[in-house]
């Protein structure tokens, strides 16, 4: 399993019954967690004296429960840093297990030796956008929703990253990929982080097990005659690291690179355990 174990203003302090209790800089959150089925004893006073509680609803969905806790705030993340709010189902904005794929993306970005050019599609708030351009690469970010986009570019000025080489778009990400093809333009480096479920701009509608192979096929076409990288990340449950290694492998096999799949995960300071959180695919060349 890949660790995001380098945080300092977040923790996950301890989990049990569904939940998890977790540190975003100075508040305390507890949020439902689906890998979560224990039942052990909650001993951690924090789990009573928390900031904010997602409540889950039995009819779907849920909402958010605050106690003294700002509309927004900041954490870092080495030289990164993140505006969270909490918004819709249980999110803050922030999935804090990406960060060893942060740091694997930013380590490849350094070490080529020269300009390098990535696509970050589903690109959320940006923190493998920002991640990259630190590193010294020219980012296309691409996101179906505005917000997020918007929310991205504050990331971006707040990490003092406003001026660096990012284009930012909205977009589905499916037709963004198509146009690059017909326009002839490639990439270096390809990121994507798709939604086990979600829709486009226009209603377009993505469903993870139907359409991530044709769409990782359709990436392909993009690569440049010196690819660096490609780096798919799932939170569809049942897809396991396998699946995403296998179809890496169908691919990007003639490239003669390296492919390698695992669960990512964040530790968990109470008792040393390790909260799985999705699981992440790579294709590099070494």
């Given at each position: 399993m890949w660790l995001a174990d380098k945080w300092k203003d977040y923790e996950v302090i301890d989990c049990s019954k569904g939940e998890k209790l977790e540190r975003w800089g100075d508040f305390i959150l507890v949020r439902p967690d689906p890998q979560v089925i224990w039942d052990t004893p909650r001993g951690d006073r924090r789990w009573k004296r928390k900031n904010g509680h997602y409540?889950?609803?039995?009819?779907?969905?849920?909402?958010?429960?605050?106690?003294?806790?700002?509309?927004?705030?900041?954490?870092?993340?080495?030289?990164?840093?993140?505006?969270?709010?909490?918004?819709r189902f249980k999110h803050t904005g922030l999935f804090p297990e990406q960060a060893v794929n942060w740091d694997w993306c930013a380590g490849k970005i350094k070490r080529a030796g020269r300009k390098i050019k990535l696509l970050n599609l589903f690109a959320y708030t940006g923190g493998a956008t920002l991640?990259?351009?630190?590193?010294?690469?020219?980012?296309?970010?691409?996101?179906?929703?505005?917000?997020?986009v918007a929310w991205a570019k504050e990331n971006a000025a707040a990490s003092g990253l406003k001026d660096?080489?990012?284009?930012?778009?909205?977009?589905?990400?499916?037709?963004?990929?198509?146009?690059?093809?017909?326009?002839?333009?490639?990439?270096?480096?390809?990121?994507?982080?798709?939604?086990?479920?979600?829709?486009?701009?226009?209603?377009?509608?993505?469903?993870?097990?139907?359409?991530?192979?044709?769409f990782i096929r359709l990436c392909g076409k993009l690569l440049s005659d010196k690819p660096?990288?490609?780096?798919i990340n799932s939170y569809t449950t049942g897809l396991q690291p396998a699946v995403l290694a296998y179809m890496l492998?169908?691919?990007?096999?003639?490239?003669h690179g390296k492919i390698t799949a695992e669960e990512i995960g964040l530790p968990v300071s109470s008792s040393g355990l390790i909260l799985p959180g999705g699981a992440s695919g790579r294709f590099e060349i070494m």
């Open positions: 409540h889950r609803s039995s009819r779907g969905g849920g909402e958010w429960e605050f106690f003294d806790l700002p509309d927004q705030w900041s954490i870092s993340y080495g030289e990164l840093t993140f505006q969270l709010k909490p918004f991640s990259a351009a630190a590193a010294g690469a020219s980012v296309t970010h691409v996101d179906a929703s505005k917000g997020m660096a080489p990012i284009r930012w778009i909205v977009d589905d990400c499916v037709k963004f990929v198509e146009r690059e093809i017909r326009r002839g333009n490639h990439y270096d480096a390809i990121i994507m982080d798709p939604p086990s479920y979600g829709r486009g701009p226009k209603g377009e509608i993505w469903k993870m097990e139907d359409s991530v192979h044709g660096l990288f490609v780096l492998g169908i691919e990007f096999g003639t490239y």
